[in-house]
């Protein structure tokens, strides 16, 4: 696992990193984003990314905690932390985007979008709702 020196770091210094970081994820096409990350994070940094990315895709997908404890290689008291930070909105950013990343998510949100045109009154064609999806 990483670690990060324990020498403490001037708040305003601290503050002008990370927004640095932000503009990099901001600002930064998709290609470049990912050659910067790259080169930035360790294998092992960006397998914890990864391993996290998945658990909060499979938690919201309704798998078990044993389950992803399986599957991901972590333990279940892992699972299980994770689970309580979700379900407390902790990741409630990155599970929004987890799912409407994913195939069930892009589903969802075209049966969402249905639904609503049904019942809105709405005078869009269908036809036309079909081919923005």
């Given amino acids: 696992m990483p670690h990060i020196s324990k020498k403490s770091l001037n708040q305003k210094i601290l503050n002008e990193l990370e927004k ?3 503009s990099i994820i901001e600002d930064s096409g998709t290609k ?3 050659l910067v ?11 914890m990314l990864a391993k996290r990315v998945g658990l909060l ?12 404890s399986e599957l991901l290689g ?3 008291s892992t699972a299980e932390r994770f689970k309580h930070a979700m ?3 902790k990741y409630r950013h990155t599970v929004d985007w ?3 990343q994913s195939k069930e998510g892009a589903f969802e949100a075209f049966l969402t979008s249905l639904v609503s045109l049904a019942f809105t009154g709405r005078t869009k064609s269908f036809k036309k709702f079909l081919d923005e999806y």
């Fill in 20 to 22: 640095h970081l932000r």
């Fill in 32 to 34: 470049t984003r990912t």
């Fill in 37 to 47: 990350f790259e080169e930035l994070l360790t294998k092992t940094e960006r397998v």
């Fill in 57 to 68: 895709f499979l938690l919201k997908k309704g798998v078990s905690l044993y389950r992803v």
């Fill in 74 to 76: 972590i333990s279940p």
């Fill in 87 to 89: 379900d407390s909105n």
């Fill in 98 to 100: 987890v799912w409407k």
